[in-house]
């Protein structure tokens, strides 16, 4: 996998891209991450790299130009015009990050997952210029609805969610698939059976865990996970599961 990172801030990514399964997984080749400035792309000597919008209104907007370069830059090819638009290469996908962007989720990582290549534009400001969303970028991602700065700290999210999936990254490849944010599995629905409150779960969260000492502070491990029955165990951490989501994330349930 190769993560491009587009941005004013380029080294704001020297901790994120440091440290942890990001940094393991550059060090065993697993991806490659390059992180561009965005200012090497402006024509004039103070590297204006925004403006302010069209019809007036607050703060400034990235202009387009630098951005439709660098992305042409790091692909080695043209991204066309209104009058013709090249085919990206396969497997790759130019992601704006914006808080007007559709919600990046579990399964969106995964899907990205899928990929060769990732360019990832950092939004700043008050925005973009739109035509940056609708003509140059595959698809516009928000991680949350809330406002950020800018999009660095939405692409350190991204960037370490997406590797984590990727084959090799974590080690044990089971540790992605047993984890928050997983489609209930058959099995799950079984040892649900009966739970009418639990039978629309679409998303699960995490089961509970729990670890040495089996009794801390006079609260104790559940005595399921002692006596050594794995289909008993299996069922106990799907209804947990269950629950869990049903206390945390309602709106993980189908209505």
Request: some cysteine; proline content about 5%.
């Amino acid at each position: 996998m190769h993560f491009d990172l587009i941005t004013i801030f380029p080294e704001f990514f020297t901790g994120p891209l440091d440290h942890g399964i990001v940094r393991r997984a550059r060090e065993a080749g697993i991806v490659q991450i390059c992180v561009q400035d965005l200012r090497e792309f402006t024509k004039d000597r103070h590297k204006t790299v925004d403006d302010r919008p069209f019809g007036g209104g607050e703060g400034m907007v990235l202009k387009p130009e630098p951005l439709f370069e660098a992305v042409e830059k790091l692909l080695g090819q043209s991204v066309g015009d209104s009058a013709q638009k090249p085919t990206l290469p396969t497997g790759t996908a130019v992601v704006l990050l914006s808080a007007a962007g559709k919600l990046f989720t579990q399964e969106t990582a995964r899907r990205l997952a899928r990929l060769k290549r990732i360019v990832l534009i950092c939004g700043r400001y008050e925005g973009v210029d739109e035509r940056v969303a609708e003509h140059l970028a595959t698809e516009e991602i928000s991680v949350g609805d809330y406002v950020l700065s800018g999009g660095e700290l939405p692409a350190a999210i991204v960037v370490d969610a997406v590797t984590r999936l990727l084959p090799g990254a974590l080690g044990n490849e089971a540790s992605t698939e047993n984890e928050s944010f997983r489609k209930l599995e058959e099995s799950e629905s079984v040892a649900m059976a009966g739970k009418s409150a639990f039978s629309k779960v679409r998303l699960l969260l995490d089961y509970p865990h729990y670890t040495r000492p089996a009794e801390y502070r006079g609260w104790k491990v559940p005595d399921v996970l002692i006596g050594g029955h794995h289909a008993e165990v299996a069922k106990w951490r799907a209804q947990q599961a269950a629950e869990k989501t049903r206390r945390n994330r309602p709106d993980l349930l189908v209505s």
